[in-house]
């Protein structure tokens, strides 16, 4: 629905088993975590329905709380906002290195 932020939940399985599960879900698998434990996202009811479903075929899972749905396609949109964000404030390379984690 719009204006829905979204949601994730964290399941306790690989990502071929929660595919296995969700099949056709609207939900999108976001992190692939360790071989067992995958992130999904997507519009909160559908989200709500898929740990439904999971936990049914016997799998953990559990709602994370989070502001939105990210890496799904209900967050697509903010990576141009963004970036018409940092070209409107000038944002220029580095001049010494810099490392993120």
């Not at 719009?2 to 056709?24: I, K, R, Y």
């Not at 071989?35 to 799998?59: N, Y």
């Amino acid at each position: 629905p719009a204006g829905d932020p979204g949601a994730m939940a964290a399941v306790s399985a690989s990502a071929a088993e929660v595919e296995a599960v969700l099949g056709t879900s609207p939900v999108v698998l976001a992190n692939h975590n360790s071989p067992k434990q995958t992130v999904i996202s997507g519009a909160t009811e559908d989200v709500s329905a898929a740990v439904e479903r999971l936990r049914a075929a016997g799998l953990g899972a559990k709602r994370l709380q989070v502001a939105c749905a990210f890496h799904s396609p209900l967050v697509a949109g903010a990576g141009e906002t963004f970036g018409r964000t940092l070209d409107a404030i000038g944002v220029v390379r580095p001049a010494v290195p810099v490392y993120g984690n």
